[in-house]
Structure formats: C-alpha cells, structure tokens
C-alpha cells in the first residue's frame, strides 16, 4: 500500500507521549497545558442551555455574530483597536486551528516563516505540514531577549511573516514595545505579514502589560491577531479561539477555516458570548491564582536545584535540568518522571538550538493542592 508522504516524518509530539507516559504510571501531569480547573459555572450553564435550547446547528463559517460583535469590543476596550465584527472577526476551532486556517490560506508551499526559539510545536509542525519553511530565530535564558538583527538576518526573498507569540509558550516572554516595534517596521519595510498568538494574554506578571503587535505603527493591516477562550476560561477541550484581520485577510482565512472546520462549535460559540461578560474582578483573580501557582512551582524547582527561569507571563516554567546528569532532555524528562511521577516536556519539543537538551518545561495550570504535591515531590531530588 502506498502511502502519501507528506506528513511521514511527524510523529506524536513530546507533549502528547509524555502525557501518556505519566497516564501509565499514575501521575502528576505537569508536562501538557491542559489546564484541568474548573470552567467558571456561568460559562458552563451558557453551554448547557444554547445545548437544551437546541442552538446546536451549523454557525457561518465565520461564528455566530454576538460573539464576533464581543470579540471586537473586547479588542477595542483592552486595546484600542477598532476591528468590525463582521468582516474582520473570525471564530475559529480553537487559536491552533486559527492559525493552520491563515497558513492554508495566506502562504504558498515553499514560503518561509521566521519564528523564534523556542517555538510552540503545534506552531513549527503546522507551518512544516503545510510545505511551508520555518526559519528559527534562536532566544536564550534567562530573557529570551529578541535582537532586531538576527530577525533581519533571517529574512530572504522567498520570507512571507514573521511569527510571534506573546505572552509565549514555553518561556513566558512577554515581548516588550520595543521588541513588538522592531517587528513592525522589520514587517513594513519588508512587506510582510506578522502572525501573532496572544492566547496567554490575560496571565502577565509583576505590573507587566500584555501589548499587541497590531498596536505598534501600521502594524494592523498586516497582521492576523489570534487569541482564544481555552486558557482563561479553563475549557482547552472546547477548542474555541478567533482571530481579528484586515478584510481581505480575514476573508480567505474564513474560506480555508470553512474548508477544514465547517465552524467551531456552536452551543459553545453561544457559552463564549457569556464568558465575555465576566467582570474585571475574573481577571484579577486569575492573575492572582497563577502568580501564586508560579511561586509554589519555581521556589520547589530552585530547592530542587532545577533552576527555574521564572516566566512573565502565561503558565509554563522552563528549567535547567543538567542537574540530574541525563544524557538529554528526553532522558531528564523520563529520569524526572521514574523519580517523581511528575511529567515535564524536553526542550527539545521546543528548541533546534542545542539549548533545548538543557531544559524542560513544566505547566503550573493545576489545582494548588494538586501542585502542591507536586513540589514536594520535587524536593525529594
């Protein structure tokens, strides 16, 4: 039987094994972002009644229209961005599913992308699968800083976007102006677009603010702003996010969403509608409860002699684990694992750059009590 090549040599990402390696041995899953806390009750009955109320039919391929009309209104009272609701504002099958959409339909095979290490792999293997070329910016620890330079050395002829995520995962960065500016003239001066993933964008720590890329010069025609409800709303299983672009942009993304999705789902559409009404003290609190989370993790990773590289924003720590005297990451994550039942993902998932074999990441989006056992298994190393 022959089988078609293109995708012959992806495989299950680390993510997804090393969760199943912690199924297996009863574990404490600290390796993929699932975020297992519970959905906020008002959210959870909006679902249950567009459900009983039978709001369960195909929506436009672009999402029902409260929930576009909220999106942009959100964008416009967060940050001052006027996006119309109706051909700008794309609902799509979660931020993951946003962004293959904008691959299909904005790039052809053989474009390159530049992206920055470490990189989010449902990102790099999206742009791969698509026949479309990655060109990786490496950033280091501890600040995963970004030099204007190195982007503009990645860039050649065949360069169509540049890829950012902020807050991003796995390091926490949270770009700064000037970073995101930088960006924006590298984007004007080279007529590229700029793709960006502002999922965590509710989860940025110590007075820091989350900036968009669209807010920097003349950056919002050219650039697709994702983002999504999956992380601050504890409902990563729904897969809802959306998108916000130029019309002429938004409408082949809708088209290639349409092709692959049909629509995201609905009754969940209406749940969202709900979820955007939570009041500012959510917010707060959320960024209260993962402050403290953060705390409890990286104070029993430093004891550990793990050192942690303290995130800025969103849920995840990377840390140096040449402590343990593994081979590789792979072989730490495994080594931490059979010691701890705590699952971590190597860097590798995350990094070409040889940094990536000293590091793994933890995600910290669990109940306290639970990453409370969590650290004191930790201790025991």
Known sequence: MRLGARLSNLVISDIRSMSRACDAVGGINLGQGICDLPTPPPVAKAAIDAITTNKVVYTAPEGIAPLRAAIAEKIERRYG??????TETVVTSG???????????????????????????????TVLTFG????????????????????????????????????????????????????????????????????????VYDGRTHIPLATQGKAKDRTVMISGFSKTFAVTGWRLGYLTAAPEIARRITIAHDLMYVCAPTPLQHAM????????SYYTALLDAYAKKREILC??????????????????VLADIRKLGAPNAKAAAMMLLERTKIASVPGTSFYADPVGETLVRFCYAKEEDVLEEAARRLRTL
């Open 273 to 280: 509608v709900e979820a955007l009404k939570m009041p500012e």
């Open 299 to 316: 104070s029993a990773l430093r004891d550990a002699g793990l050192t942690p590289y303290e995130p800025e924003g969103a849920y995840y």
């Open 95 to 125: 931020a993951t599913g946003g962004f293959a959409a904008a691959c299909l339909a904005l790039f052809d095979p053989g474009d390159e992308i530049v992206m920055f290490e470490p990189y989010y792999g449902y990102h790099l293997n």
């Open 81 to 86: 961005l006027k996006y119309d609701a109706a």
């Open 132 to 203: 479309l070329k990655p060109v990786l910016v490496p950033t280091k620890p501890p600040n995963w800083a970004v030099n204007a330079a190195d982007i503009r050395a990645a860039i050649t002829p065949k360069t169509r976007a540049i890829l950012v995520c902020t807050p991003g995962n796995p390091s926490g960065k949270v770009w700064t102006e000037s970073e995101l500016s930088a960006v924006a003239a590298i984007c004007e001066e080279h007529d590229l677009l700029a793709v960006t993933d502002e999922i965590y964008e509710h989860m």
